[in-house]
């Protein structure tokens, strides 16, 4: 992998290694019941969730955050792209699809 592709490879990482931390401690402060603008901000209730998971509709995003922060910190310790890096880009957009439904 050339020096700029690395680089760019290690900024969408970062990004998404902040997003996630940073959604990880709002769904933990929404499971609180806690109300600010963090917890607030492009917040949605997605019936079509709610009605098959019930109260664990709260829990959903968590394991891929959780993965995420995983997954990132091996990626950054072995310096490569593998199945995980794909795996990680991937999983932002389907989250993105998701919230976009009812």
Do not use: C
């Not at 490879?9 to 109300?35: C, N, P, T, Y």
């Not at 209730?45 to 098959?52: A, D, G, Q, R, V």
């Amino acid at each position: 992998m050339g020096n700029k592709t690395q680089r760019l490879w290690k900024l969408i990482m970062s990004v998404i290694f902040l997003w996630s931390a940073i959604h990880l401690v709002r769904d933990i402060m929404q499971i609180q019941g806690m109300h600010n603008i963090i917890t607030e901000i492009a917040s949605r209730n997605h019936k079509w969730i709610e009605s098959l998971l019930g109260k664990l509709y709260s829990y959903t995003s968590l394991p891929s955050e959780i993965f995420n922060l995983i997954a990132i910190t091996i990626i950054w310790k072995k310096k490569e792209m593998s199945i995980w890096g794909w795996l990680i880009i991937l999983l932002p957009l389907v989250v993105l699809l998701l919230w976009l439904l009812p």
